[in-house]
């Protein structure tokens, strides 16, 4: 099955103790989309500028993305900069130039309208809704957001968490959010609100998936190098919802792996500087990295 | 088989968001013995002063707590006054009253010399040193330390850890020793340095096992009130211990599952001030969240 994941394609110059990328492809959409496409068919919906290099759009489309709801308008791309320190779990953002963003509406062509998955990456909350609003019967829509339209658009985004499956959020801004300290206590106020599964993404420490009534705890997988954890969460959330979108399975435990394979793609795509290590990535290192996932977990019952 | 524990037995000032409890029972030897004797024999190794009430003595001991080297001198007990903000996961120390501490000289009686398992709980390196010397054949030395140590007796430190099996230690304070920001780099310094285990206790986000070719990642439990995380790096060793002196398991399985019995212990200490969780608990409350930490990590393997 297919999925359509609407969000943005960017230019971002990153700093990391490590090294520099200046211009380099990044993006929600982007790095969901090329994430996702190891695992299922993927339509990307996004707006780029007329700097907009043929090349990526060449890569997009060498990965089997549906290229064709990526609109391209007068102006420049989207472009963010930002800065990592030795903690790297918290990016500092330098600079957000969102030029073409300005007047992204995003439409859904004809077909696009009857996806059964839907990723709504982290854009105004508005637009958001607009999108969910065009889709008729999807089976399953996540989306994720941002502490600034925590903070501008609380309520809109309120809106939107009553109408999916699953919110994927930061563990800080889950307690922006809700003014939460204790993690859990927050997740099981948004759950309140409205959305049935909230996956909190902690960087470095893994992921919480909470529902009502259970709890699922990934680690990260422990990376003795880490050059650029740009795009991790997106890249986490295309290998989620890939899976989920490759296999059907919506029971817990087919949710659970789902969260596996996110955690998979996205210790991968850290390894490297913005989308460098997907294009080198072959599927056979995501399932010996998945099986790495179970030794790494793995305890006993109790046993006497 | 029984466990010697040498350390501290103090009295605690703590403020937390939640409350303040003012000179009541801590010390890293009564949150390590206090855990361990819910699963074995445990001889304690401190020394308190004048004002030390009985009443605490007669709880160590009515948990079966051998206090026979619990040495009393004149002076006052070790007092240690802290402060946590609503990240849990960090104490700020206001003040230490080192008192009767300064001229702690631990002094194995003869039959503790025999002892099995020895946890060096974290005072001076330089005494754990004298404690290890005195100690026989043991099966299983581990040892815990903090960051005023690591700056002030490094080499003192380094001596340790070469000759114990299992060191216990903080992310915060595994990055300190080394240096090194990524903490996969860090253990192995650790490991290079001579000792065959390492355990990171990373607050909330749970624990890393480290070898020299394995790792295992155990999460915390998920709780909904935590009051007061003072002691629960200490009440994890003495579950991790405590089990493993019962079992006799040194095996890699053995191990982990030592690792989340620490766990349940931990998140047990951390739903109450000082002890006073751990005298309400019940064996079978902690086979109980044993089979929560299995609910809560499962995920099946690849199944296509």
């Given at each position: 099955m297919s999925i359509v994941v609407v969000g943005t394609v960017a230019f971002d110059t990153v700093e990391t103790p490590f090294g520099r990328g200046e211009n380099v492809l990044g993006g929600s959409a982007t790095y969901f989309s090329t994430s996702a496409s190891f695992f299922t068919d993927v339509s990307l919906v996004a707006v780029v500028g007329e700097?907009?290099?043929?090349e990526h759009i060449t890569f997009l489309q060498g990965r089997?993305?549906?290229?064709?709801?990526?609109q391209r308008i007068p102006g420049k791309t989207f472009h963010w900069s930002g800065r990592y320190g030795y903690d790297l779990n918290e990016a500092e953002t330098?600079?957000?130039?969102?030029n073409v963003l300005m007047d992204f509406q995003p439409e859904l062509s004809e077909s696009y309208r009857d996806a059964e998955y839907l990723f709504l990456a982290n854009i105004d909350p508005d637009l958001q809704m607009k999108v969910l609003e065009q889709v008729?019967?999807?089976k399953l829509v996540a989306c994720d957001t941002m502490n600034f339209w925590i903070s501008s658009k609380p309520e809109a985004l309120k809106k939107v968490l009553r109408k999916v499956d699953v919110v994927v959020i930061n563990e800080g801004e889950a307690r922006q959010f809700t003014g939460e300290a204790n993690l859990v206590k927050a997740a099981r106020q948004i759950i309140a609100l409205g959305c049935k599964r909230l996956v909190v993404k902690r960087g470095e420490y893994g992921v919480l998936m909470f529902t009502a009534d259970s709890v699922f705890a990934a680690p990260a997988y422990p990376l003795e190098e880490v050059f650029d954890p740009t795009g991790a969460g997106d890249t986490f959330a295309g290998g989620f919802m890939g899976y989920l979108a490759n296999t059907g399975d919506m029971s817990e435990e087919g949710l659970r792996q789902a969260i596996v394979f996110g955690s998979v793609m996205a210790s991968f795509n850290?390894?490297?500087?913005?989308l460098e290590r997907m294009k080198r990535l072959q599927y056979q290192e995501i399932e010996a990295r998945y099986k790495q996932f179970k030794v790494l977990t793995s305890f006993r019952d109790i046993s006497y």
């Amino acid at each position: 099955m297919s999925i359509v994941v609407v969000g943005t394609v960017a230019f971002d110059t990153v700093e990391t103790p490590f090294g520099r990328g200046e211009n380099v492809l990044g993006g929600s959409a982007t790095y969901f989309s090329t994430s996702a496409s190891f695992f299922t068919d993927v339509s990307l919906v996004a707006v780029v500028g007329e700097d907009f290099p043929e090349e990526h759009i060449t890569f997009l489309q060498g990965r089997n993305i549906d290229t064709a709801g990526l609109q391209r308008i007068p102006g420049k791309t989207f472009h963010w900069s930002g800065r990592y320190g030795y903690d790297l779990n918290e990016a500092e953002t330098l600079d957000t130039q969102l030029n073409v963003l300005m007047d992204f509406q995003p439409e859904l062509s004809e077909s696009y309208r009857d996806a059964e998955y839907l990723f709504l990456a982290n854009i105004d909350p508005d637009l958001q809704m607009k999108v969910l609003e065009q889709v008729r019967k999807p089976k399953l829509v996540a989306c994720d957001t941002m502490n600034f339209w925590i903070s501008s658009k609380p309520e809109a985004l309120k809106k939107v968490l009553r109408k999916v499956d699953v919110v994927v959020i930061n563990e800080g801004e889950a307690r922006q959010f809700t003014g939460e300290a204790n993690l859990v206590k927050a997740a099981r106020q948004i759950i309140a609100l409205g959305c049935k599964r909230l996956v909190v993404k902690r960087g470095e420490y893994g992921v919480l998936m909470f529902t009502a009534d259970s709890v699922f705890a990934a680690p990260a997988y422990p990376l003795e190098e880490v050059f650029d954890p740009t795009g991790a969460g997106d890249t986490f959330a295309g290998g989620f919802m890939g899976y989920l979108a490759n296999t059907g399975d919506m029971s817990e435990e087919g949710l659970r792996q789902a969260i596996v394979f996110g955690s998979v793609m996205a210790s991968f795509n850290v390894e490297d500087f913005s989308l460098e290590r997907m294009k080198r990535l072959q599927y056979q290192e995501i399932e010996a990295r998945y099986k790495q996932f179970k030794v790494l977990t793995s305890f006993r019952d109790i046993s006497y």
